[in-house]
Nanobody
Framework: QVQLVESGGGLVQAGGSLRLSCVVS????????MDWYRQAPGKQRELVAA???????NYADSVKGRFTISRDSAKNTQYLQMNSLKPEDSAVYYC??????????????WGQGTQVTVSS
C-alpha cells in the first residue's frame, strides 16, 4: 500500500511563511513527477507547483517568485516552501505523485490534504 502524508499546514498572517512536506511510504519502485495542488472552497482544484524526477520545476503564475517546490529523493519526500503568503493562498493543499510500484506500472496517488489559512 502506498501512502502520501502531508504536514506543515496551519494558520499564518499575510506576509508569513509555511513549509509543507509530503512523505511517500509503502512499496514503491520509483517516484516520477510530484506536484502540489490546492483547492479553495467553491473552487476547482488547481496545480500550484510541479517537480519532475530530474528536478525540473513549474509553477502557477499566481505563486511564481513566492513558492518553491523541492524534493529529497533519498527520503521520498517533497516540500513546498511558501513565502509572502496572501489570503488568496488559503486552501487545502494536496500532495500528488506519479509512482511506479514495479517497472513500467505507473499510478497516480494523492495525499489527504492539509489546510493552509492566511489571515489578512
Amino acid at each position: 500500500q502506498v501512502q502520501l502524508v502531508e504536514s506543515g499546514g496551519g494558520l499564518v498572517q499575510a506576509g508569513g511563511s509555511l513549509r509543507l512536506s509530503c512523505v511517500v511510504s509503502g512499496s514503491i519502485f520509483s517516484i516520477n513527477g510530484m506536484d502540489w495542488y490546492r483547492q479553495a472552497p467553491g473552487k476547482q482544484r488547481e496545480l500550484v507547483a510541479a517537480i519532475s524526477s530530474g528536478g525540473s520545476t513549474n509553477y502557477a503564475d499566481s505563486v511564481k517568485g513566492r513558492f518553491t517546490i523541492s524534493r529529497d529523493s533519498a527520503k521520498n519526500t517533497q516540500y513546498l516552501q511558501m513565502n509572502s503568503l496572501k489570503p488568496e493562498d488559503s486552501a487545502v493543499y494536496y500532495c500528488h505523485a506519479i509512482i511506479a510500484r514495479s517497472f513500467g506500472s505507473l499510478y497516480s496517488y494523492w495525499g489527504q490534504g492539509t489546510q493552509v489559512t492566511v489571515s489578512s
